[in-house]
């Protein structure tokens, strides 16, 4: 054994010892009803921004909205999908994509029509 490596053969076994993964499905009913539910708040909270985007983009006009704040809400929401796709987290990633296509939809509409 390399004299660098004494004593750390052993912390990849010990560290996956002490990672309490939970069992999927989870037991608890509420927990499995979360679980699924979450897929449908994902998709739903993008699509109750439409309207704004059929707003916008239907009427051609962008006075009353903010390009500084849709900027900012598209670029958090690219962060947040980085995020999603490094935790491997799907019910994120599919709002977060949800939430860039809507925001940058919008952020457009804002920048050709005001």
Request: proline residues 4%.
């Amino acid at each position: 054994m390399p004299k660098n490596s004494a004593g750390l053969h052993h912390f990849h076994v010990r560290k996956r010892i002490h990672v309490k993964h939970e069992s999927y499905p989870h037991q608890n009913k509420w927990v499995r009803l979360m679980d699924k539910l979450i897929y449908l708040v994902g998709v739903i909270g993008p699509i109750m921004t439409v309207p704004q985007l059929y707003e916008v983009w239907s009427k051609q006009a962008a006075d009353s909205l903010s390009l500084i704040t849709w900027a900012s809400w598209t670029i958090l929401s690219c962060f947040w999908l980085v995020y999603a796709i490094m935790h491997k987290s799907w019910p994120l990633i599919i709002s977060e994509i949800l939430w860039v296509i809507v925001e940058a939809g919008v952020l457009v509409g804002i920048i050709i029509y005001r």
